[in-house]
């Protein structure tokens, strides 16, 4: 019998690379925009991210709008729901109606979360009618089917109204409940985007790239095999649980930057609600070429570590050759939203055991007996007057007395 030769150690990292890539292939995604919003931004993505709309993951429209749906890029898979209720039209900003819709095309909705994707991920613009009404309805869905759920939504500019602001953040409740993590992008942030006065089209489009850059990290770290990997298990253990807050960055930088400057563009996202500061679970991939430095590598992870002292962090590292004297940092990490509402209600709970102060009884005077009462009240203030002088003048001698023999006094 021939003896097998034995593997050399770079052979067998070579096959362990070939094994993870292979790992990161079959992951599935479907990002689902819903109404008329979210559909503009998924056509948005797959224009950004055309590199991984393939068979790796899979962009879907979502409206009753017909027409809105034609509109669409023709590479852009598009469904129709509620034509019965709405005739093919929209919603007319109604958010019953965009409910409705939903619950009465819910079997279709059904077969479109049924094709056993590892993640599958709902973009809506919150405020109109469909997109408002119907995410909420198909989150509760894919929560009943026990799918992992990422959310992305944004809110409407505060010039919009207050009422279309509560429509929003009532949804947002519902769907909260319902989704593994969610991530919340207020339109306000645009205006952090840039000082330049833009259009209103233009404007949108700066916040698309924005977060198109943001999920092309977090495709790039699962479908990138590396030196040091990071695999779907390692996504999935982050979004374990419910109503758990995302936070969502990319970017890139030189390799001469100091990790001071990397980790302020990595960890102050200017389109997220909210911050990075004490999440719980964190990965985050790095991806350079071989001459990256150790020490800037440590560095980052330093910095990412002082903001999240608590969390299980997860790195990875990707070697790109075509990198030269450059660096993409992605960076995913979710908070417990039970955790930080069970806190609350301890607070709340102080507060309430506090004791109320004792409010004064209000004296009932007699006319016949009132300046007898009165005389009464300021002969007992004046008696406590002096009590209180009296008490003071003891303290006073006591504190003159030297210590060593005021000690002495205290132990007798």
Not at 199 to 206: K, V
Request: proline share 3%; glycine share 6%.
């Amino acid at each position: 019998m021939k003896k097998k030769k034995k593997e050399t150690p770079k052979k067998v990292a070579e096959k362990l690379q070939k094994n993870d890539a292979d790992t990161a292939k079959r992951v599935r995604i479907k990002v689902i925009g819903i109404g008329g919003g979210g559909g503009n931004i998924i056509a948005e993505l797959l224009k950004k991210l055309k590199d991984f709309s393939s068979q790796k993951v899979e962009f879907v429209a979502l409206n009753t709008d017909n027409q809105a749906l034609k509109s669409l890029p023709r590479a852009l898979k598009t469904v129709p729901f509620g034509n019965k209720l709405t005739k093919g039209l929209g919603t007319g900003r109604d958010v019953e109606t965009g409910e409705k819709a939903a619950r009465e095309d819910i079997e279709k909705l059904k077969n479109l979360l049924s094709d056993g994707k590892d993640l599958y991920i709902f973009i809506s613009s919150m405020g109109g009618g469909t997109g408002t009404g119907a995410t909420p309805v198909l989150t509760k869905l894919a929560n009943e089917m026990g799918l992992n759920t990422l959310g992305i939504f944004t809110l409407p500019f505060s010039f919009e109204g207050r009422k279309k602001m509560d429509m929003s953040l009532r949804s947002l409740d519902k769907i909260k409940e319902t989704l593994n993590a969610f991530m919340i992008l207020p339109n306000e942030k645009i205006f952090s985007l840039t000082k330049e006065e833009v259009s209103f089209a233009d404007s949108l489009n700066l916040l698309n790239d924005r977060l198109a850059e943001s999920l092309e990290g977090l495709l790039r770290t699962i479908y990138s095999p590396g030196l040091i990997n990071i695999d779907w298990a390692d996504i999935r253990t982050i979004l374990e649980g419910r109503k758990k807050i995302a936070y969502l960055n990319f970017c890139k930088a030189k390799s001469s930057q100091n990790a001071e400057e990397i980790a302020k563009t990595l960890l102050k996202s200017p389109i997220l609600e909210h911050r990075f500061d004490n999440a719980d679970n964190v990965v985050f991939n790095v991806e350079a070429s071989k001459e990256l430095s150790l020490q800037l590598l440590s560095q980052i992870s330093g910095k990412i570590g002082e903001l999240a002292p608590n969390a299980k962090i997860i790195f990875g590292l990707t070697q790109n050759p075509k990198l030269r004297n450059e660096l993409r940092v992605a960076i995913f990490a979710t908070f417990g939203e039970a955790e930080r509402k069970t806190k609350k209600k301890e607070a709340k709970k102080k507060e309430e055991k506090k004791p109320e102060k004792k409010k004064a009884r209000p004296v009932k005077i007699e006319k016949e007996e009132k300046e007898v009462e009165v005389r009464r009240n300021a002969l007992e203030i004046k008696e406590a007057e002096k009590k209180e002088e009296e008490r003071e003048e003891q303290e006073e001698k006591i504190f003159d007395i030297p210590a060593f023999l005021r000690k002495s006094k205290d132990k007798k």
